[in-house]
């Protein structure tokens, strides 16, 4: 008797398992492949919940970010008039050296997760095809 040992990866099996498994029990195959689908959906809405949910909270980060900068620069304005220059002054650059730092450092961290991505990606090991068991 020989022993072969098979492993592939991935929601379903080779077409060769699925047909040994409908051979076994009529309709498992159909099933295999509902319960694969039924998976790959439910992973896809949840990711579509995810994306969508990340790009509130950075529109709303955007909106406080913007009212937060645009009150300091504007307090800063009102100061100036007020006989306060140097202090007028001191809150609209911080204001603005703030934003800067703020789009500078998101910037780098975004291209530091893109380049990270990519080398996962450049990485990743290709699955090898299984084979069939056999019989002698």
């Not at 051979?23 to 439910?42: F, K, T, W, Y």
């Not at 980060?61 to 220059?85: D, E, K, N, P, Q």
Request: proline residues 6%.
């Amino acid at each position: 008797m020989v022993r072969v040992a098979a492993e592939f990866s991935g929601p379903l099996p080779p077409p060769e398992y699925l047909a040994k498994y409908e051979q076994v029990l009529a309709g498992s195959a159909n099933r295999i492949i509902r319960m694969a689908e039924q998976q790959s959906s439910h992973r896809q809405h949840l990711e579509k919940i995810a994306i969508e949910s990340n790009a509130d909270i950075q529109k709303w980060g955007l909106a406080c970010a913007f009212i937060i900068a645009m009150t300091a620069i504007v307090g800063g304005i009102w100061l100036s008039f007020r006989g306060m220059s140097g202090a007028g002054l001191t809150s609209i650059i911080t204001a603005l050296a703030a934003l800067v730092g703020v789009f500078v450092y998101g910037k780098h961290q975004q291209n530091a997760e893109l380049k990270e991505k990519s080398e996962e990606l450049s990485q990743a090991p290709a699955s090898p095809t299984p084979e069939l068991p056999t019989k002698h």
